[in-house]
């Protein structure tokens, strides 16, 4: 039997919704435009009046600030940052690995939004099990693509890549997201599980009440934000599978996903655009 037919990325239903949010709106009241400022020092904003984001060379993060308007009601409000995570296969097991932004690259997207193609990485070596023995090479790359469209109160954010740029092999099994709330009291929405095949998603509570957080229909996302009951610490795990098997990358390989692995993210849910 032939293979079932792929759906729709989460690209292209990003860039779909959007595009119908701007035809219910009417020619009456244009979206306004997306501008992307490179600013100074490695500094960037990337903003369309109800979105804005902000991040520089060398953050830890590939977003350092969510800044959402409510859009019916409500003040914008900075909720947050968007992280990545390497999970991969060390001398001793699992070795989550977060990256360091490097490079920013703006590029045009569909209907006047605008991509950016963001540039992470990852370099030196974890101890090793063994005094005296060289610990494997953990240095990577992570190309990752934030994009934003006119008229809408969220962005996509999408893993496009992964370069091993380290002198040995690097296995790995999963990629995540972290979209981390700001400021402290942070609170999780439950999310009842779903049947299969039904959109991963997770959310934030604000002290307003309002939530954000992030939805895909992916069919390698699963999400899932939690804070650790001991000392609280957050766990936004926005996650993509790489495969049934872990993937092992040789020295200078790249590796891509047969799809941008993608996640909405915004406020839940009036203002996600699906």
Known sequence: AAAPAAGPSERDLYFAAAAAAREGEGAGSPASPVIFDPGQDGAWTLSNGSVTLRGRSGSDRLVDEIVLDAAAGGDARSVGSLGALLQWRGPSGNVWTS????????????DGAVSLEIRAVARGAVPGPVPGVAAPDASFALVARVSLAPGTGSFLAEIVSLENTGASGLEFSVLYFTPAPAGADQKVVDVVPELRGAPARAWWCLPDGREWGAVSRDP???????????????HPDARFSAGPAPVTLAPGAVWRPASAMGACIGFRPAVLVH
Do not use: I, K, Y
């Open 99 to 110: 990256v360091a932004l490097q490079d920013v690259f703006a590029a045009s997207g569909p």
């Open 220 to 234: 390698a996302a699963s999400f899932r934000f939690w804070l650790r009951p001991a000392d609280g610490t957050l």
